[in-house]
Structure formats: structure tokens, C-alpha cells
């Protein structure tokens, strides 16, 4: 697939810095990551490696990726493709804010015999998700965490309490 994620996907089954510094940077064509409030030097770059599914989406001329691995019971990666990208353009719209041109989202499974569990992580230009794989697994709760995770995008990074 000839996407920007490439050298990502070659480095497979490994998880270390330099995976790390490629997922959150090969998305970004090697630029240093948008910093949001214009002060910050780090970043959080998204350090997971390892045999994804990279889905390219497109919103507005903007790329999004979404890195899935697992064999999923509940649903099938274009479920999810979809809802990835209705959830960025609504929020986008919502903001008034198409300025990133890249973000990407990764979605790993967790083991858990029965129930639904997930959670994420809001990074740079990026957020990181897991949720158990069974077939008790909640969709719509996947939608809201999606929603959420996107939502630090905005609220506790862009806009800053006054002190
Ligand atoms: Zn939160």
C-alpha cells in the first residue's frame, strides 16, 4: 500500500524507540509534529509497532489513518473506518478546524473472556485505543471513546485554562 506509513510497516513485530519515532513521524512526512499551543517541545509520539492494517482515510483533503491489528469478533475494519472518519469531520466542523494534515489513530485488542472494556490515549497528532476482542464487545461504546480520545485533540491541549 503506498501510503506514508510504509517504512512503519516494514519494520514489523518490533516495538521499540525507533517504531515509536516512525509511527508518530512517517504519517508527518518527517516534519516535526504540528505543536498545538505553539510552546511545547516534546511530543507524544504513538509508540506502538507491529503487524497493523493501515486504512487510509480521507477528510476534506486531510489524511487520517487508522492502524488496526487483531481479528476483530465484533466488527469488521470498514465498520470502524467509517465511524473514524464521520467522528473526525463532525468534530472538525464542530471546531471549525481542518488544519491537521495528518492524524493518525491506532486500535489494538485486549483479551477479556466476557464484558466490554476499552480505553485511549490522546498524542500528537494521534491517538492511541484498545478494547477487548469478544463478541460482547460494545460498538457504540467504541464510538464514544473515538469521540472523546478526539475531543483531547481540542479541549486540554489547544484550549488552555487562563492559569
Ligand atoms: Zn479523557
Known sequence: MPIKGMCFLMAQNQVDYDIALILSLCFFKRKTCRQTDGKRKSTNPNPWGGDFRVHPINVQGNEVYLAIRGQW?????????DMLG??????????????????????????????????????????????????????????????????????????????
Open 73 to 81: 469478533q465484533a466488527f469488521e475494519d470498514q465498520q470502524v473506518v
Open 86 to 163: 464521520r467522528t473526525i469531520q463532525t468534530q472538525r466542523d464542530f471546531w471549525k478546524d481542518h488544519s491537521q494534515e495528518y492524524f493518525t489513530v491506532t486500535l489494538i485488542p485486549t483479551q477479556l473472556d466476557r464484558g466490554s472494556s476499552m480505553g485511549g490515549t490522546g498524542l500528537t497528532n494521534s491517538f492511541a485505543a484498545n478494547a477487548s476482542n469478544n463478541k460482547y464487545l460494545d460498538f457504540s461504546g467504541l464510538s464514544w471513546l473515538f469521540n472523546h480520545e478526539l475531543m483531547h485533540n481540542w479541549i486540554g491541549h489547544t484550549i488552555k485554562n487562563a492559569n
